[in-house]
């Protein structure tokens, strides 16, 4: 692993995934992180693009009816870093038993204020993921999550611990190029479409870091694909992972 990637990890005891200046960060956004005009704009068109990727990846890896609306009907999933659930809802929707977990006991709070509201039974949690007695999940997913912990191959070998036999994990975070670091920090940032402060550049990881990293929670990452911006299609799935990406990763 590249010296970037571990720069920001020298003042973190061994173990420990949650930086308390990132979870207050995020907590700050809770109140309004399920308007789709406020802070987290970027995160409700991103969120499309995801459920995208993970709808071909649930009925490719079991197989599914892909004309089922509830394909994860009789699973359990993991979301973790959830925010305030805004995808942790969707995952309920499609039928799965969804816990979600996050940094900040803020978000939680806003998350199960709005399942609630919903109609939707979502069981949520603050804090240390490692420090929570949950069980295996049949799906894990942690999106735009590892590039904001202490200890990335901690936190991948806790995702790991969480994830039942044959199950299913998802991941996507910001490429460590000069693209992204142009984009979403000089521009996004700069601009007020992504809150400032949000990303730290040294802390991306590339999707080779990435496979290196879940090999050593035992874990291997299928084909990334990219998450790209053009002005005519906005975020979309495609081929250039040089902004951000979104793999799959199964037990060896």
Request: with cysteine; proline share 4%.
């Amino acid at each position: 692993m590249s010296d970037a990637t571990t720069s920001r990890q020298s003042n973190t005891s061994a173990g420990q995934t949650i930086r308390p200046d990132e979870a207050a960060h995020f907590g700050k956004l809770a109140k309004d992180w399920w308007d789709p005009k406020g802070s987290s704009a970027m995160l409700h068109k991103l969120n499309p693009v995801r459920l995208e990727f993970l709808r071909e990846a649930i009925d490719l890896h079991w197989a599914g009816d892909i004309r089922s609306a509830k394909p994860l009907a009789g699973k359990s999933a993991l979301d973790v870093g959830c925010g305030a659930g805004l995808l942790c809802e969707p995952l309920a929707r499609l039928g799965a038993d969804v816990t979600g977990v996050d940094a900040a006991p803020e978000n939680t709070a806003a998350a199960a204020i709005h399942a609630e509201r919903c109609g939707l039974d979502i069981r949520y949690m603050a804090g240390e993921l490692a420090s929570h007695d949950i069980g295996t999940f049949d799906l894990v997913t942690a999106m735009e999550v590892i590039e904001h912990v202490a200890d990335k191959q901690a936190f991948a070998s806790q995702l790991a611990a969480r994830l039942a036999d044959g199950g299913l994990m998802v991941l996507s975070t910001p490429n460590r190029t000069v693209r992204s670091r142009a984009l979403m920090i000089g521009a996004a940032e700069g601009i007020g479409l992504i809150p400032r402060g949000t990303h730290h550049w040294e802390d991306f990881v590339t999707p080779e870091e990435l496979s290196e990293i879940l090999a050593g929670a035992g874990l291997e990452m299928g084909e990334p694909r990219g998450i790209a911006f053009s002005p005519m299609r906005g975020l979309h799935l495609s081929d250039d992972l040089s902004l951000n990406y979104i793999v799959t990763a199964r037990a060896r």
